[in-house]
Nanobody, 123 residues
Framework: QVQLVESGGGLVQAGGSLRLSCAAS????????MGWFRQAPGKEREFVAA????????YFVDSVKGRFTISRDNAKNTVYLQMNSLKPEDTAIYYC????????????????WGPGTQVTVSS
């Protein structure tokens, strides 16, 4: 079992930056693939980024490539999403998720979810 809690969301102007954090419980955090998803009002939950066990591989949706980075600190049981050059279309609730096995980009592939944190980007 893994429990996840996101933090770091807020209101920011277009072009600004935010760093989201996701703190995980449990002693096996390093064995989980971690992902970030987002969901805007009236839209389906969308894959944003994922990172493998040892931080060696990262994956991003095309719309955030070059602007977002994902990282993890296994000693702190925390995964981060650094978001730069934010755009109004990045506005959404951002969710942290965990799964065992290989990196995946579909929400149904993840077993554990945090409650989400709101990110609002004003124009």
């Amino acid at each position: 079992q893994v429990q996840l809690v996101e933090s770091g969301g807020g209101l920011v102007q277009a072009g600004g930056s935010l760093r989201l954090s996701c703190a995980a419980s449990g002693r096996t955090f390093s064995s989980y693939v971690m992902g970030w998803f987002r969901q805007a009002p009236g839209k389906e939950r969308e894959f944003v980024a994922a990172i493998g066990w040892s931080s060696g591989r990262t994956y991003f949706v095309d719309s955030v490539k070059g602007r977002f980075t994902i990282s993890r600190d296994n000693a702190k049981n925390t995964v981060y999403l650094q978001m730069n050059s934010l755009k109004p279309e990045d506005t959404a609730i951002y969710y942290c998720a965990a799964r065992r096995g290989l990196v995946a980009g579909t929400a149904n592939d993840y077993d554990y979810w945090g409650p989400g944190t709101q990110v609002t980007v004003s124009s």
